[in-house]
C-alpha cells in the first residue's frame, strides 16, 4: 500500500507561546561558577541573555512565516509523521537531493539556502545546475516528532529518509546531504538495500 504525503502548515498556538514565556520569565538561574566563563558549564550571562531573547525577542510568527512559505508534507512512516519541505526545481529534468539537518538540528537551518538550490539562476548561477529538495526533519526530532514515539538511532533515520525520498516520491537516484557524515552516509546505505 502506497502511502500518501497531507500538506502541512506549521502554526503554533498562541497558548503554547504564552506558556513557553511564562516559563522562562521564572526560569531560575544558578550563580556563575569561579573562574573564567564557560570554564565549568555555560556562562550564567550568556544563558540570562539567550533565556531573555527567547522570552522577549523571538518572533515566532516570522519564523512560521519563513517554513510556510515553502510546500510542506507529512506521511506516515516508520510509526512516526515524517514532516518534510519539498521544494521542485526549476528545469525540466530531476535531480533531487534530500537535505537532513545534524541530529538535534531543525529544519529551519535550509530555509536560505533552498532557493539558492531550486533556482540558482535567481542568485546568478545557472539554472542547469538546479535541484528539487527534500528537508525531512529527522524522526524523533522537531516537527517530526510527538510525545510517545518510538526513538530512532542513526541508521533508522537514515532508513526513515531512504524511504521517504524511494518509496513515497519514487526517486530511484538521489543526493544525500548530512549535517552528521554518518547519518549522510547511512542513507546511502539504505537507498542501495532498496534499489539492489
Known amino acids: 500500500m502506497t502511502v500518501k504525503p497531507t500538506p502541512f502548515t506549521l502554526r503554533v498556538p ?6 513557553l514565556r511564562d516559563r522562562l520569565a521564572r526560569a531560575r538561574f544558578p550563580d556563575q561558577a569561579p573562574g573564567d566563563p564557560w570554564a565549568y ?9 539567550l533565556t531573555e531573547y527567547w522570552r522577549d525577542h523571538f518572533d515566532w510568527r516570522a519564523a512560521e512565516a519563513a517554513l510556510n512559505a515553502f510546500p510542506q ?6 510509526g512516526v509523521d515524517l514532516h518534510y519541505p ?11 537531493v534530500a537535505v537532513a539537518a545534524r541530529l538535534a538540528g531543525s529544519v529551519f537551518e535550509f530555509l536560505e539556502f533552498i532557493p ?17 529538495v527534500v528537508a525531512p526533519s529527522l524522526p524523533g526530532y522537531g516537527l517530526s516528532f510527538r510525545p510517545g514515539q518510538r526513538r530512532f538511532g ?4 537514515a532508513d526513515c529518509v531512504a524511504a521517504l525520498m524511494h ?8 543526493g544525500a546531504q548530512g549535517g552528521d557524515w554518518e547519518l549522510r552516509s547511512q542513507v546511502g546505505s539504505a537507498m542501495r538495500m532498496r534499489i539492489a
Not at 498562541?14 to 506558556?19: E, G, L, P, Q
Not at 558549564?41 to 541573555?49: M, Q
Not at 539558492?116 to 528539487?132: K, N, V
Not at 542513526?154 to 533515520?157: A, D, G, L, T
Open 41 to 49: 558549564g555555560t556562562d550564567v550571562a550568556y544563558l540570562r541573555e
Open 154 to 157: 542513526v541508521p533508522e533515520i
Open 167 to 174: 518509496d513515497v516520491l519514487g526517486y530511484d537516484r538521489f
Open 14 to 19: 498562541d497558548t503554547d507561546i504564552a506558556d
Open 73 to 78: 508534507f507529512r506521511v506516515p512512516l516508520d
Open 86 to 96: 519539498a521544494c521542485a526545481r526549476r528545469r525540466p529534468r530531476p535531480h533531487a
Open 116 to 132: 539558492r538550490l531550486t533556482d540558482p539562476a535567481h542568485f546568478g548561477g545557472d539554472a542547469r545546475d538546479a535541484f528539487t
